[in-house]
């Protein structure tokens, strides 16, 4: 059985054990699927937020931190912050590499073994699509090579055409 797949549709939905979320470094919530995730999920997401806020002061950009779920399906939510996309010339492509493989990380520690992702950074942080699947589906496939722990990987789409992008690629 393939470990990776793609699916179109909103990652709130999903029946894994962890969804991440492309947070922004305050935690505190914002729009895009932050947003979805904020409002589906419920207050208990945003108080572990809060409190982690609290002890480290937010998430830096590649990094990851893991709270509980709230009311989604899934058991955990991976926060993460990705790059905002300036010109290619600030890091960006590490940075998006480190919110995949550090979220990995933190599934790993937590004996995760479902997780979905959204597409990181390509929405309001402009990350160019084609360049961010390629990390995205490099960096989770490299990890899933030298870990078991992780069995599925869900790359959740929720535009056409990043459904496309990742579907061509993975194919
Ligand atoms: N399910 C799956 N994917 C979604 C959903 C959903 N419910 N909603 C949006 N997307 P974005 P970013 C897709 O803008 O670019 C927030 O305000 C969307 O189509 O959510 O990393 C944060 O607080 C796009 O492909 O995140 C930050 O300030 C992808 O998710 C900032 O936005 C990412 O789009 C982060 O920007």
Same mark, same amino acid.
């Given at each position: 059985?393939?470990?990776?797949?793609? #699916?179109?549709?909103?990652?709130?939905?999903?029946? #894994? =054990? &962890?969804? #991440?979320? &492309? *947070?922004?470094?305050?935690?505190?919530?914002?729009?895009? #699927?932050?947003?979805?995730?904020?409002? *589906?999920?419920?207050?208990?997401?945003? =108080? =572990?937020?809060?409190?982690?806020?609290?002890?480290?002061?937010?998430?830096?950009?590649?990094?990851a931190v893991i709270t509980p779920a709230g009311k989604l399906c899934a058991n955990f939510v991976i926060h993460t912050v990705g790059p905002f996309w300036k010109n290619g010339s600030y890091n960006e492509e590490k940075l998006l590499f480190l919110a995949y493989s550090n979220s990995l990380k933190l599934a790993v520690d937590n004996e995760i073994k479902t997780i979905a992702f959204p597409n990181i950074s390509t929405g309001i942080y402009g990350f160019p699509k084609k360049c961010a699947a390629k990390i995205a589906i490099h960096t989770v496939a490299d990890f899933l090579a030298t870990s078991n722990t992780i069995e599925e990987v869900i790359f959740v789409c929720l535009d056409r055409e990043n459904y496309n992008i990742y579907k061509a690629m993975l194919e």
């Open positions: 059985m393939k470990r990776i797949k793609v #699916v179109q549709g909103d990652i709130t939905k999903i029946k #894994v =054990e &962890a969804i #991440v979320n &492309a *947070a922004n470094t305050s935690l505190l919530g914002g729009s895009g #699927v932050d947003g979805a995730i904020h409002k *589906a999920g419920g207050r208990a997401i945003l =108080e =572990e937020c809060q409190s982690i806020r609290n002890r480290q002061g937010g998430c830096k950009i590649g990094e």
